[in-house]
């Protein structure tokens, strides 16, 4: 993080780029398309899309992981259609399934993107500067600390279901539903309740909920490219929902 003195008094420190907004509203609109597009060309070009924000923000791994991923769902639904009429049950089950995830993918894509380019500071300072009530800026920033956290703790119950000799597979998981309940979920769930909490603390003792104005040496501003990223992503979202409405790309 860049660092400037500003009149020889104190220290400066840069945000980063693009603003924490840019993200926000990118969210927004990529929550907003897939609930109007539907078709899989649509849905397709959305995940391409943001794979090229993804490698735009030096997020090349994560971005093919997630174009992997969904042109292997794309195939997986093409050939449930080769399925015989008598397992036609199940393969409507993993069709409807294949459907949420589609949906879901460019959303968490977005998200994924919020999370890793946004620092949980500079996030509370843009919602607080766009006049977001503090009853909406808490819970939102123990969320935010909250899910990358989660992870951690899940891979610290399978290690140490490990040691214990407990299988956690996925094979595993069906077959002993009951145990893999007992000794994977409940501590998960404690350990939860218990993070939520020390998250909240955290949140409350960084004076969020102080009813002055909090000050920050972080530098957030959303300058005229910040409103360029915006007004680019607004286009696309209205080409998107052109393209829907004419079914030009109705496949």
């Known amino acids: 993080m860049d660092v400037k003195l500003v009149d020889d008094t104190f220290a400066f420190f840069k945000a980063a780029k693009p603003d924490p907004r840019v993200w926000m509203f990118l969210v927004v609109i990529v929550s907003l398309l897939t609930f109007l597009c539907g078709s899989r060309f649509e849905l397709f070009s959305l995940v391409v899309m943001l794979a090229v924000i993804m490698v735009w923000q030096k997020m090349i791994a994560t971005a093919g992981?997630?174009?992997?991923?969904?042109?292997?769902?794309?195939a997986l639904n093409e050939l449930l259609r080769l399925i015989p009429l008598k397992l036609q049950p199940i393969s409507m089950l993993?069709?409807?399934?294949?459907?949420l995830l589609s949906r879901l993918i460019p959303i968490y894509m977005a998200y994924i993107i919020l999370l890793r380019k946004t620092q949980l500071n500079e996030l509370i300072i843009a919602l607080e500067q766009m006049h977001i009530p503090k009853m909406l800026i808490i819970p939102l920033a123990v969320v935010y600390r909250y899910v990358p956290t989660i992870k951690c703790e899940i891979l610290y119950v399978k290690d140490s279901l490990k040691m214990r000799g407990l299988n956690q597979s996925v094979a595993g998981m069906f077959l002993h539903p009951v145990t893999t309940l007992e000794k994977f979920m409940i501590p998960l769930l404690i350990r939860s309740s218990k993070l939520a909490d020390e998250l909240s603390a955290a949140a409350?003792?960084?004076?969020?909920?102080?009813?002055?104005?909090?000050t920050?040496?972080?530098?957030?501003?959303?300058?005229?490219?910040?409103?360029?990223?915006?007004?680019v992503y607004a286009l696309v979202a209205v080409i998107f929902i052109f393209l829907h409405y004419h079914k030009i790309f109705d496949i």
Do not use: E, N, P
Request: aromatic share 14%; proline share 0%; hydrophobic share 45%.
């Open 216 to 231: 920050s040496c972080t530098g957030v501003r959303f300058d005229k490219k910040d409103a360029a990223y915006c007004a």
């Open 65 to 74: 992981y997630f174009t992997a991923f969904y042109t292997a769902l794309l």
């Open 94 to 99: 993993v069709a409807m399934i294949i459907l």
């Open 204 to 214: 409350l003792c960084k004076g969020l909920d102080t009813k002055h104005q909090r």
